[in-house]
């Protein structure tokens, strides 16, 4: 088994750049420093993924009772504070473990991600296909941002001044949006609201995830071009037995890899 200093890894470059981070770092370090001894970046992160079940529950719930979108608000809140502050304390304390971390919390994500939109499908707020269509749609442009961290080491959180942190808020003021108007009219048609949301999400996204493909791909190339003239490959010797009736004769092929 390979140890740690065998085992390289690179830690990406996080770029965030969102209307709210300057303000969410500043809070994440001051909680951070608040944070008993006790809690450590695991107990954030399994109260990140909770929360966002709880989140998915609450909207389900909201189809029979609008204070479902109330309990969906406090779990987003709780899924923030999780999520968010998982890495900062690891940071703070000093504590870092790169490669758990990243799988990890990823991995929290995406699953994450399915709570929240299988409970806005069970909601009745949100179309089940527009929510399915949604949820590929995050998918998608998380594996394109994974495999950019990977490739060129720079692990993008936000996109045109958006990140997690502002979709959250988003999120919360739509449902307090649906408790007096849940259907809007548009070029003379009723639609729900939260349709109309994730239509504009997927939309978004999808071009978001153009646009990156686009510009990695061009990055990519520029760092490793093709070659105007291919080398030529080694010529390699193989030795294979071929067995006859009288006798095990060696023949040697001579090929190109």
């Known amino acids: 088994m390979a140890s740690n200093q065998n085992f390289r890894f690179r830690e990406a470059k996080r770029t965030q750049e969102s209307f709210l981070a300057a303000l969410e770092k500043k809070t994440l370090y001051w909680l951070a420093a608040r944070t008993p001894s006790r809690i450590n970046s695991d107990h954030l992160t399994l109260l990140g993924l909770a929360a966002m ?7 389900w719930w909201s189809r029979t009772n609008p204070a479902g979108l109330f309990v969906a ?4 809140a ?15 304390r000093n504590c870092q473990r790169p490669r758990y971390g990243f ?6 994500d995406a699953f994450g991600a399915l709570f929240l939109l ?3 499908a069970l909601s009745g707020y949100m179309s089940p296909v527009l929510a399915i269509g949604l949820l590929v749609a995050y998918l998608l442009l998380s594996i394109e941002v994974y495999l950019a ?17 502002e979709l959250r808020i988003l999120l919360c003021v739509g449902n307090i949006a649906l408790l007096y108007k849940s ?22 996204m999808l071009l978001l995830l153009f646009i990156s493909i686009v510009r990695n791909v061009v990055k990519l190339y520029q760092r490793e071009p093709l070659p105007e003239k291919p080398a030529k490959p080694p010529e390699q010797t193989l030795t294979v037995p071929v067995k006859t009736s009288s006798r095990l004769l060696k023949t040697e092929f001579r090929f190109y890899q």
Not at 53 to 59: D, P
Not at 73 to 76: D, V
Not at 153 to 165: A, E, L, N
Request: aromatic share 14%; net charge neutral; charged share 15%.
């Open 183 to 204: 259907v809007v009219h548009l070029f003379g048609r009723a639609y729900r609201l939260f349709d109309v949301g994730a239509t504009v999400g997927i939309s978004g």
């Open 103 to 108: 799988y990890v919390d990823h991995i929290v």
């Open 53 to 59: 079940a709880g989140a998915g529950a609450g909207y």
């Open 149 to 165: 961290s990977y490739t060129l080491g720079d692990f993008r959180i936000s996109y045109f001044k958006m990140s997690p942190t």
């Open 73 to 76: 608000i406090a779990c987003l």
């Open 118 to 120: 299988g409970g806005l």
């Open 78 to 92: 709780l899924n923030w504070l999780g999520d968010s502050l998982d890495g900062t304390l690891a940071r703070f």
